[in-house]
DNA sequence: TTGTATGCGTTATCAC
DNA sequence: GTGATAACGCATACAA
């Protein structure tokens, strides 16, 4: 059985006393030539590592993360995201980590910088963040990193070095994904790719989702064609009614994001029964028509996956000086009526 | 800031000493009644929880896990369980454990028994296995219980109360899947259920999938039909050619298990176009067809992620007296050409 | 029945 | 430069 190697040992190995071994470790200087070589020559030799509980046991700090996110009050998108950072409070409940949750409006902007202030002024040590507005985002990063304060993101990738760590899927494979879907059940037409939402412009999914799709149909000998178009929400009834009927060779609907259920429902009310649709996400009302098959595949994005490791990078890296990747790519789920209990149920069965 | 109380803080509060603390938190007895009312008292009003880290500081006891599954050399569909292992080694590669993996003839009773014994006379802290043979797996298990040997397994259950936890999924919801998806690319038409291999007796999990289908045909209302048949790998050329001539209203097939490619194979040199084909396992041989399209869909049991989860469930335990449920059923993925790479994918990407 | 002393491995302080 | 030593929070052996 491999022995654990202590810096006590070490210590006796090299003949100095474990003070010179810390020293030599963390690079403090203050060490004679001699004793550096031949303690760095062991710790290589027995290939140290660190007990990091007890490295842990002296920080008694208690680690605050703050997450900022848009409300999922107003989106219920967002929703997951209050379980996911539930799950990890539970998780970690035995450890000192503090997390406070800001929450945003994803279509303000001033009140993504004002709450962005709120969290330079809590001086937290981590930050997780969904970087909705580009520019506004860099600033906020670039001003947390300044002060030391570790940000990672999720949801959507924005170029910045200063990133610890981004969770995410790739929105062109997504993309891609839908048009494969359609490929298979259509075998040939029409798919309307649509932005249902305000101000398509700042949804960046958008444009890689659409991007895959028309990729797929370029790449593979599919018979698909498509035709991308945005609605607002308000107005999607009479606008959408009106698009399909200019284009009636159009068999399938492919929605960019979670609002799928504002078209399943029109379905339903005009009984567009042959129409194909493909969306995203499983809330409540999507899994509605998931079940009763106006819907027929939903892609996961799993919000509440994507927050849950963001967090999780962040308190393993601090408490146990865990590696943490760049960029998370997350698995893009595919969703039907029967694979999806196996998706949305507990898995706390203690019994 | 929430304050963080220790042991020292409670003796002091109860006016008592921290030894008469821990005799209380541990229900050791010899505490006089005021004394114990009056810290347990305190306990609960400042929802007390021990500092794991401290805790197992102490311990520095190296923990053995025995690994018993299936010879990876013999059978694809188990090699990766070898990086699932591997990751769960290096994840935890700061602390003291020690992995044993002991591989066994998967269709032979005499080499599981042996490689049972093995483990036995290892007397490791914990076991994770998969139980492949029923009334085998139970005498094993009974046994390592009776000396206090932790046992968890995975890939398919068996009822015994002594088990800690079970990895998995649930096979009948993922034979659903296999005839919602069918139900999607055909719309109707006769679908052959085929187990290939030897032995189906014993693939308890070829019957569960076989049920989830035919459920599903009886409970909906789809134009679906299905006809079930076992092979043997050894003739399957022969004998499914001459299955599918005497069934020629046949239009899909279901592969039970990861030997789908055998019939991808088969499609391929028969020029069987029209036959939709959905299996099992992220398979080199099964991804290659599915990416020229041979197979419509590959349902991933994710063996990596299930001894991954079992291992950590078990660590967890041990190192941090982490809550562990009975079951954790998986999700249930649906994998096509496109969103396969999203599941393949290494996601350390380091920089 | 209770309190005190010691040790786990690492780190920080301080005297030499 | 170096080596003792105390401290982190918990568990436990032992003294009272």
Redesign the interface.
């Known amino acids: 059985?491999?022995k654990?190697y202590t810096i006590k040992d070490i210590a006796e190995l090299a003949g100095v006393s474990k003070g010179t071994v810390d020293r030599v470790i963390h690079k403090r200087g203050k060490v004679s030539e001699k004793a550096f070589v031949d303690v760095t020559r062991i710790l290589e030799e027995i290939d140290y590592?660190?007990?990091?509980?007890?490295r842990?046991?002296k920080n008694?700090k208690?680690y605050s993360i703050c997450v900022l996110i848009p409300d999922y009050h107003l989106d219920d998108y967002w929703l997951s995201c209050k379980e996911g950072i539930q799950s990890v409070k539970q998780?970690f409940?035995?450890?000192?980590i503090?997390i406070n949750t800001l929450l945003y409006h994803s279509k303000d902007v001033n009140s993504f910088l004002q709450k962005s202030n709120e969290v330079l002024n809590l001086k937290p040590d981590a930050v997780l963040m969904v970087p909705s507005f580009q520019k506004e985002s860099e600033t906020i990063i670039n001003l947390l990193a300044s002060q030391d304060i570790v940000v990672s993101i999720f949801n959507n990738n924005i170029p910045n070095n200063k990133i610890f760590n981004f969770v995410g899927?790739?929105l062109i494979?997504s993309g891609?994904?839908a048009?494969?879907?359609f490929d298979?059940?259509l075998g040939n037409g029409k798919v309307a790719i649509l932005y249902i939402g305000a101000n398509f412009k700042n949804a960046t999914y958008f444009h890689e989702k659409d991007q895959g799709f028309k990729e797929?149909i370029q790449q593979t000998e599919t018979a698909l064609s498509s035709v991308t178009k945005t609605f607002s929400s308000e107005n999607l009834e009479i606008e959408l009614i009106d698009f399909l009927n200019q284009h009636p060779d159009i068999k399938g609907i492919f929605v960019t994001n979670s609002k799928t259920y504002m078209v399943a429902e029109l379905i339903k009310k005009h009984k567009l029964k042959d129409l194909k649709l493909i969306g995203y996400d499983l809330l409540e009302e999507n899994i509605t028509y998931l079940k009763n098959n106006t819907i027929?595949f939903l892609i996961h994005q799993n919000a509440k996956h994507q927050i849950h490791l963001g967090l999780t990078n962040l308190i393993e890296h601090f408490m146990?000086?865990?590696?943490?990747?760049?960029?998370?790519?997350?698995?893009?789920?595919?969703?039907?009526?029967?694979?999806l209990?196996?998706?949305t149920?507990k898995?706390?069965?203690?019994?």
């Open positions: 059985m491999r654990k590592k660190p007990n990091l509980i007890a842990n046991l008694n208690v998780e409940s035995a450890f000192d503090e899927q790739d494979k891609r994904i048009a494969k879907l298979l059940i797929y027929q146990f000086g865990k590696k943490t990747p760049k960029r998370n790519l997350l698995p893009i789920n595919i969703i039907n009526s029967e694979n209990s196996s998706y149920q898995e706390t069965i203690y019994e």
